[in-house]
Each structure stands twice: as C-alpha cells, then as structure tokens.
C-alpha cells in the first residue's frame, strides 16, 4: 500500500477503536471480540479494552462471556447469531473482532477486509452478517475460518453501519477522485486516437490528392480538383475546416476525397475503366 492508503487504514482503525455503545449489553459484545486479539500489539485497541472495561465496572455490570479470550470470542458470536439477538450487540460485535482479528488492504484501490478467527467462529459470524446484510463471505484457510469483503462499495456500507462516518466520507471523496481520473484519461485517450486517425487519414488523403492531380485524373476546373488540390496543400486539415475554406458541405468534401482515392487506386492497378478524368 501506499503511504496515503495506509493512514487511511490506521485512520479507519482509529475511528472504529474511538466509537463507545451507549449500552451495557454493547460494552459486553464488543469486550468478548476485543479480547482475543492474537499477536496484534496496537494502542487504540489497549485504550479501547481499558476504556470499556472501566465504564462497564462503573456501571457495576460483569462481563456477559467467561472462559479463555477467544472462547469468550467464540460463545459470543454463537450467542448473538441466534434469532433472538439484537442488532446493535451484533454491531458492536463485529466491529469489535474487525480491531481484533481484521486485516484490511486499500492497496492500489483494491479494497479488502477479511476477519481471521476459528472455523467455528466465523460460521456464526457468517450468520451474524447475513442477517443484517452486511456481506462477507465465509472461507477456509489452512484450517482457520475467514470472512471476508471484497469491493469499495461493501466495505463503505459496512463501515457505515458500524458508525465510522469520516472514513467513510475521505473512501467516498477518493472513490470519486479516482472515477474522474479515469474518464478523464479514457477521454484524453480516446481523442487522441481520434486525432491520430485523422492525421493518418489527411496524410493518406493528401498523398492520393497529388498524385490525382499529377496524372491528369480530375478535370482542372472540377470539383474534385478544388477539394484535391485544398486537401494536398493542407494535409493537417481537418474535415470541416476543408470545407469551410471551400465553402462546400463537409459531406460533399468527404465523398470528393474517397472518389479521388478509388480513382488512383484503379490507376494503380492498371484498371483502364476509369473512364473521363473527375470532374
């Protein structure tokens, strides 16, 4: 990643770590999935563990899982993946095990987000997740479960539905950045092919223009020669500036310039059928 995708992934982190529940239900989720955090060291995540821990003690409120961290992690997601639970406590458990157990990469606009736990864990977080439409597909990795989002649009809906709005707005801001970027550049690739086949074409054109009017092939005085002798005095013209100088239609220029080329291209060939010289 670059050195600006990485800030936006620590900004991202540090958003999510900030966020507080109002409830005591929340405060208990989010703990059981801050828990077990593997060999991840990261201070936002140290202040969010001490942070809730303390509110939930003033509250005088235990912790709702007991047992090893990740098998607090694990009951947790089993318990809240059930019908009966609500979606707040999802929420913050799932934005809980992203601080914890996520890994998420914004490299080269490529957005992806996939969560690291036990294969049991992620079946009931993949449930968790399909009931509130959050995405995420579960997958298996040298015997650890993933869930895993793929796509900016997922990840800004997730995000959102988790509460982290500024890093939503600078993905978004981005997103349109890197759209404009790319029409412009389609667009300034697409004239410039448009310009280089005019160009080849004016050259072509002028090339067919005066060898015409060396053999003889156009009447002096004809329309064919007027537009045959403007097109190999200016090769670079286009069109509409032809017939602007002629103050012909730019279609009557354009059909004078391919009858020129079809008559030198007979007489290239030796095709005596060709008849009177254009007029």
Avoid: F, Y
């Amino acid at each position: 990643m670059s050195r600006g995708e990485a800030d936006l992934v620590a900004s991202i982190r540090h958003e999510l770590a900030a966020i507080r529940p109002a409830r005591t239900c929340c405060i208990q989720a989010e703990l059981a999935a801050l828990g077990d955090s593997g060999r991840r060291a990261d201070v936002s995540l140290a202040r969010a563990v001490h942070e809730l821990s303390t509110e939930l003690a003033q509250r005088g409120a235990a912790r709702a899982w007991t047992g090893s961290p990740r098998s607090q992690a694990e009951s947790c997601a089993a318990d809240l993946g059930g019908a009966r639970s609500a979606q707040h406590c999802r929420l913050a458990l799932l934005r809980g095990r992203i601080l914890a157990r996520g890994s998420l990469s914004l490299a080269s606009g490529s957005v992806h987000l996939e969560i690291n736990v036990s294969s049991v864990e992620a079946t009931h977080l993949a449930q968790l997740t399909a009931r509130d439409q959050l995405g995420g597909q579960r997958r298996e990795r040298r015997g650890k479960g993933l869930l895993v989002w793929k796509g900016r649009d997922l990840l800004i809906d997730l995000l959102r539905r988790l509460g982290a709005s500024a890093a939503v707005a600078e993905m978004e801001a981005r997103g349109i950045g890197r759209e404009v970027r790319g029409a412009l550049n389609r667009s300034v690739n697409a004239e410039t092919a448009n310009l280089t086949r005019a160009v080849h074409a004016g050259m072509r054109q002028a090339r067919a223009c005066t060898l015409a009017l060396a053999e003889d092939l156009l009447q002096t005085d004809g329309l064919h020669a007027r537009v045959a002798r403007a097109r190999a005095e200016a090769p670079d013209a286009t069109l509409s500036e032809l017939a602007a100088d002629l103050d012909l239609a730019r279609s009557t220029v354009q059909r004078a310039l391919a009858e020129v080329e079809r008559r030198v291209s007979e007489a290239r060939v030796g095709d005596h059928s060709a008849g009177q010289p254009l007029r």
